[in-house]
């Protein structure tokens, strides 16, 4: 069955190019498209459409479909060429003519726009309380080491004394502004395109403001054409906040396999997070971190991905966008099971005591060294090389101790200012 079907059968080559993957894709959509059409029915109601019999039974339907859509009981088999068409199909047969009625005022592609908008604004709200949790448990790990120092570095050589108090609750600092990017995603989501057809509008006395209220968004999209454009920029606001959030994981996962090397040997990782090799019997590799770094190195492409589909494309709707949710839809899975893993996998994180002891380490002190000799009344310049000086004669004396007292630096981490920035990001 498809909803614009006159009759004409469809060469199967053609059918079977055009509809690709959609039927396994829109599994994910099922819910929402029958919430989308719960509000279509009552405004059609309103609006003397439907009768208020003919919207009971209409409610009750879709209500069922959504039970078995939550239950992963809803399928769409391959008679069928997308969610909406297969809805409209278990209406038509379940209550006759009042199924037949329920796309009257509506099209296919406001249709998908109502789905995808609400799916989205799902998908954030649940991306946004994964994120709170990573930040809260770097929050913990960086009160619990705050104190434990580590190198710092600069080139990927040796510079300044860090911790690995101020190396979690820097990612965490990160993760607001990946808030902020989540928070600007839902924004655009949260408008209401229901109503405006297949772009233009329709003809019938509809009631969109209803519709928005009935639905839950915080708008209207008003203009038809711009709710119809806002296909493609909706999906690509949120993989571009999807990216920002992937490219903090990608980076911090980056750091665990390198602090993991025996050439850094700051951090340890349980047996439970680590991998063997098939010939080397001393080897405990971070596949998990690796695997998440990969992952979100991947999600980081989906904008440009997005991009490059929709960048050309005149008003009105064009089947190019379909192909969205091919690269949008798994990569939101991805990124949730990489936030799920990332927060179950950080709090078995062991860090190392001691590191500085280690000789190679003492030159990460000189610029705290030349500090207090120009506080002492020394010019900067004339310190710098008296320390550079005693560097090269091999005299220089390493306190192993810092005295910072500046807002985020390693003795005043700001972590009770940091959580307050969160809750009001959040």
Wanted: hydrophobic share 40%.
């Amino acid at each position: 069955m498809k909803l614009w079907e006159k009759g004409i059968p469809t060469d199967k080559q053609i059918e079977h190019f055009t509809v690709g993957n959609d039927r396994e894709l829109d599994l994910v959509l099922a819910k929402y498209d029958a919430l989308g059409s719960i509000a279509h029915a009552k405004m059609l109601g309103q609006i003397g459409l439907l009768t208020d019999s003919e919207i009971v039974s209409l409610v009750l339907a879709l209500e069922e479909i959504i039970k078995d859509a939550e239950n992963g009981n809803f399928e769409i088999e391959d008679s069928f060429e997308d969610v909406h068409s297969k809805i409209e199909y278990l209406l038509t047969v379940k209550l006759g003519d009042a199924g037949k009625k329920i796309h009257t005022a509506r099209s296919r592609n406001d249709q998908v726009l109502v789905d995808v908008n609400l799916y989205l604004k799902d998908v954030v709200k649940e991306l946004k309380e994964q994120v709170k949790s990573l930040f809260d448990l770097l929050m913990e790990s960086a009160e619990k080491h705050q104190n434990v120092l580590l190198p710092g570095y600069t080139h990927l050589q040796i510079a300044m004394p860090s911790s690995f108090g101020m190396w979690f609750s820097a990612y965490a600092e990160t993760l607001i502004d990946d808030i902020t990017m989540l928070n600007a995603a839902l924004k655009i989501v949260d408008q209401n395109p229901l109503g405006s057809a297949a772009g233009y509008g329709s003809s019938f006395p509809i009631n969109r403001t209803f519709t928005t209220q009935e639905l839950g968004f915080e708008t209207l999209k008003f203009n038809s054409v711009a709710a119809q454009m806002s296909r493609g920029k909706s999906e690509k606001t949120v993989a571009f906040a999807m990216s920002s959030v992937a490219a903090t994981l990608s980076k911090f996962s980056m750091d665990v396999c390198l602090y993991m090397s025996q050439n850094f040997d700051f951090i340890t990782l349980p047996s439970h997070l680590t991998t063997g090799s098939s010939i080397m019997p001393h080897k405990k590799n971070p596949d998990v971190f690796e695997l998440i770094r990969g992952k979100c190195n991947k999600i980081q492409a989906l904008p440009y991905e997005i991009t490059l589909i929709t960048n050309n494309l005149p008003s009105g709707y064009h089947r190019d966008l379909q192909l969205l949710k091919e690269g949008l839809f798994p990569a939101i899975q991805n990124l949730k099971a990489c936030l799920d893993i990332a927060i179950f996998a950080i709090k078995d994180i062991k860090v190392k005591d001691n590191i500085l002891a280690d000789p190679k380490y003492n030159y990460l002190f000189t610029v705290d060294t030349l500090n207090e000799m120009v506080v002492a009344g020394m010019p900067f310049r004339d310190a710098y090389k008296a320390v550079a000086e005693q560097l090269e004669n091999g005299t220089f004396q390493s306190p192993k101790e810092t005295k910072h007292t500046h807002e985020g630096s390693i003795n005043n981490l700001c972590l009770a200012e940091i959580k307050e920035k969160m809750m009001n990001a959040y």
